[in-house]
């Protein structure tokens, strides 16, 4: 374990459950452990159930951790957004200094927040141009004065989403301090570190990968198994994804809709009202509207009940159609906003793909089950609008694998299905880095105009032996870690509904090793 450094975690709701424990193991070790949380309003709100568990469960209960919080900013943000920005000098310099992976406005759009134009959820206000930037400054001077403070020799983290994240990737990056992160590899449920939000395939798994690949048959008799068994099962779906909404492919029941609605009634009432946070809220950026963000929750339901069913904006597939397979993403999240900001409008990537494709082929394009209900209706229609696109029935089939079988090859943004793709030996685009664009048959689209001679190279893919390079890379760097799991274990035990079990404190023990060795790694590489 290890012991004697500065550990500054970020937090942010949920995610913060697995860290409360691992900063409390770390802690335990002899380390300087602190937190910071990087929702402003999770620590500018009274105590509620929208906190209650999180930021304050860590400074009720974790008085040897060093908290940070955001409610400072909050209260300057609050004076300042109605405010036009009159001095760009600190902007100017954090822009020379700060801006390696992204410049300023790219940055910003990694909130929910600051980026409304992009997303429906009409609870949120729209950024004003002094708002996004004043957000930007005062982000830059609250991580840079924890920075300086806490002075941490690692920075660990489970999430990529928020603006203050994409702030301390290069804040850590200027100042060589490691911003230890974790990465879907999306085989099976293992995880490997990046050291750079997953912006870009890090050095070190690209150089694993191709160790592995320069191996023969005989030494990857394993991996070449798991392919074969991959591509003959019937059902391909991440166990992660089980007992989801990515793999719910029938209405819930009314009374279900029903009951779910009224516990949200409940909720932001105790939350807003009862907590007092109704009047801590402002008109601007920052805050949602809590009467707003329920009204959005109903009408997403009662939409998820139409578009469940039979209705008009959803087509069957043709048996005979050629076609190239585009599942959508949910909008705002994080492997778009931040991992692909100039390819955020999917409106736009189905019409550029649209006017590639060869003559004859159609663009079948699927809904995440995660938007249904959160996109106005308008989008469907103007996807109906191109007469070689399809905007598909999403539950004809309850696997990504009939889809990707029966196609020419997958295009997507960042998402799991171009891996899936390539695990079958199919073809597929990808718009932003992910680690599996690493497999043969997986290429990374630089600019629209690529798209028409890229579609039409797409062939049957003979790279089993890629396939198998990629899961030894990722056994090798990787942990089996359940993200989804130790976020609802952990949630239960600290509101009290179960105690820590000896199995639930090993895998947080895995995760503080998996910490450890990524930690071990960087040194070793800058070493």
């Given amino acids: 374990m290890i012991t004697g450094k500065n550990i500054l975690f ?28 990087v929702n402003p309003i999770e620590s500018y709100y009274n105590k509620s159930e929208f906190n209650g568990n999180t930021y304050y469960k860590f400074k009720e209960q974790l008085p040897d951790i060093k908290l ?22 600190y902007l100017n310099y954090i822009e020379n200094k700060y801006t390696f992976y992204k410049n300023l406005n790219m940055q910003l759009i990694s909130s929910q927040l600051a980026s409304r134009q992009y997303h429906t959820r009409f609870y949120f206000k729209r950024a004003k141009y002094s708002q996004g930037d004043k957000y930007l ?10 920075v300086d403070e806490f002075k941490p020799d690692m920075i660990l983290d489970l999430d990529d989403s928020e603006l203050i994240r994409t702030i301390v990737n290069e804040v850590a990056h200027e100042r060589h301090i490691p911003y230890i992160n974790i990465n879907y590899p999306r085989y099976e449920d293992y995880k490997i570190p990046t050291y750079c939000m997953g912006l870009k395939v890090d050095s070190y798994f690209k150089k694993e990968y191709f ?5 023969n048959t005989k030494e990857l008799v394993n991996e070449y198994s798991y392919v074969r068994k991959y591509r003959s099962q019937n059902k391909i779906m991440s166990q992660e994804f089980r007992g989801t909404i990515t793999n719910q492919y029938t209405p819930n029941s009314l009374y279900k809709v029903a009951k779910y609605l009224f516990s949200k009634g409940i909720y932001f009432w105790r939350h807003s009202i009862i907590s007092g946070n109704f009047k801590k809220a402002k008109n601007n950026i920052l805050y949602d509207n809590s009467f707003l963000h329920f009204l959005f929750y109903c ?22 159609d050629l076609y ?45 089950q995660s938007m249904l209900g959160e996109r106005d209706f308008k989008f469907y229609k103007r996807i109906h609008a191109f007469p070689n696109v399809r905007l598909v029935q999403f ?66 893919q003979d790279n089993i032996h890629s396939c198998a390079a990629y899961i030894a890379a990722v056994q090798s760097n990787g942990i089996i870690l359940n993200i989804k799991k130790l976020m609802s274990e952990g949630e239960s035990i600290l509101k009290g509904e179960k105690n820590i079990s000896s199995n639930y404190l090993k895998r947080i023990k895995e995760l503080c090793e998996f910490y450890e060795k990524a930690y071990n790694e960087y040194k070793y590489n800058q070493g």
């Fill in 68 to 89: 940070y919080g955001l409610e400072e900013l909050c209260k300057q943000f609050n004076v300042a957004s109605s405010q036009p920005m009159d001095d760009y000098s």
């Fill in 299 to 320: 009408l997403v339901e009662i939409k998820k009940q139409y578009l469940y069913r039979k209705n008009i904006y959803f087509c069957l597939p043709k048996e005979d």
């Fill in 395 to 460: 539950n004809y089939y309850d696997d990504p694998k009939p889809w990707i079988i029966n196609s020419i090859g997958v295009i997507t943004i960042t998402g799991t299905s171009a891996y899936e793709a390539a695990m079958l030996g199919k073809s597929a685009i990808v718009f932003g880095d992910v680690p599996f664009m690493l497999i043969d048959g997986i290429i990374k689209v630089n600019s629209y105009e690529e798209l028409p001679s890229l579609l039409k190279a797409f062939t049957k």
């Fill in 211 to 215: 160790k592995f690949y320069a191996k």
């Fill in 324 to 368: 190239i397979y585009m599942p959508l993403h949910l909008i705002p999240e994080s492997t778009t906003l931040v991992k692909a900001p100039f390819y955020i409008n999917e409106l736009s990537i189905i019409e550029q793909v649209s006017k590639s494709l060869t003559i004859g082929w159609k663009l079948y394009v699927k809904e995440h």
């Fill in 10 to 37: 970020l937090c942010k709701e949920s995610f913060s459950f697995p860290i409360y424990f691992a900063a409390e193991l770390f802690n335990k070790s002899e380390n300087n452990v602190g937190a910071l949380f």
């Fill in 137 to 146: 400054e005062l982000g830059y001077k609250r991580v840079i004065e924890i």
